[in-house]
Nanobody, 120 residues
């Protein structure tokens, strides 16, 4: 069994910053792509950013230049540094990981989500 645990969400004023973390634990042989997704009330879940095991990143257009995703493979942890936050960034942020729990057996896992609220 694998668990993804997110942390770092909260309430921040427009223009502020937050850093989200997502740590994977459990029966892990290796982890492939890890991603951050978000879902605002009444909207579909959308990709914010993802990162390969080699560190290659991909960002949604709406967050490019403001958000930075990074990864610590030794800790099975990814981070999302969010700067210049806007009210439109308000959402529940979810972590997703493609986990190889034994060679050749890959399953996608999701975290429970962490709330980010941007408001004055």
């Amino acid at each position: 069994q694998v668990q993804l645990v997110e942390s770092g969400g909260g309430l921040v004023q427009p223009g502020g910053s937050l850093r989200l973390s997502c740590a994977a634990s459990g029966s892990i042989f290796s982890i492939g792509v890890m991603g951050w997704y978000r879902q605002a009330p009444g909207k579909q879940r959308e990709l914010v950013a993802d990162i390969t095991s080699g560190g290659n990143t991909n960002y949604a257009t709406s967050v490019k230049g403001r958000f930075t995703m990074s990864r610590d493979n030794a800790k099975n942890t990814v981070y999302l540094q969010m700067n210049s936050l806007e009210p439109e960034d308000t959402a529940v942020y979810f972590c997703k990981a493609a986990v190889e729990f034994r060679r050749g057996a890959i399953t996608t896992y999701w975290g429970q989500g962490t709330q980010v609220t941007v408001s004055s």
